[in-house]
Nanobody, 124 residues
Framework: QVQLVESGGGVVQAGGSLRLSCTAS????????MGWFRQAPGKEREFVAA????????GNANSVKGRFTISRDNAKNTVYLQMNSLKPEDTAVYYC?????????????????WGQGTQVTVSS
């Protein structure tokens, strides 16, 4: 069992930055590929970024490429999402997710554990 707790959300003006953190319980964090997803009101949950369990491979949604960066610190059981040049359309609840695999996925159904989400609001 893995418990994930996100933090770092908030309200920011367009063009600003935020860094989200997701800390996992347990001693096997390095066994999990990690991902970030988001869900805006009235929309389906969508892939944002993900990283394999070693940190050697990452993937990003086209909508965030060049602006968002995922990273992880296995010693701290934490995955991060650095978000720069934020836009109003980035407004959503952001979730981190853990997949018991070497490889990450951009499909939410492939993840085993989810955090409770953290709200990000970008004002214009």
């Amino acid at each position: 069992q893995v418990q994930l707790v996100e933090s770092g959300g908030g309200v920011v003006q367009a063009g600003g930055s935020l860094r989200l953190s997701c800390t996992a319980s347990g001693r096997t964090f390095s066994s999990y590929a990690m991902g970030w997803f988001r869900q805006a009101p009235g929309k389906e949950r969508e892939f944002v970024a993900a990283m394999d369990r070693t940190g050697g491979s990452t993937g990003n949604a086209n909508s965030v490429k060049g602006r968002f960066t995922i990273s992880r610190d296995n010693a701290k059981n934490t995955v991060y999402l650095q978000m720069n040049s934020l836009k109003p359309e980035d407004t959503a609840v952001y979730y981190c997710a853990a997949r018991y695999s070497l490889y990450y996925s951009d499909y939410a159904g492939n993840y085993d554990y989810w955090g409770q989400g953290t709200q990000v609001t970008v004002s214009s």
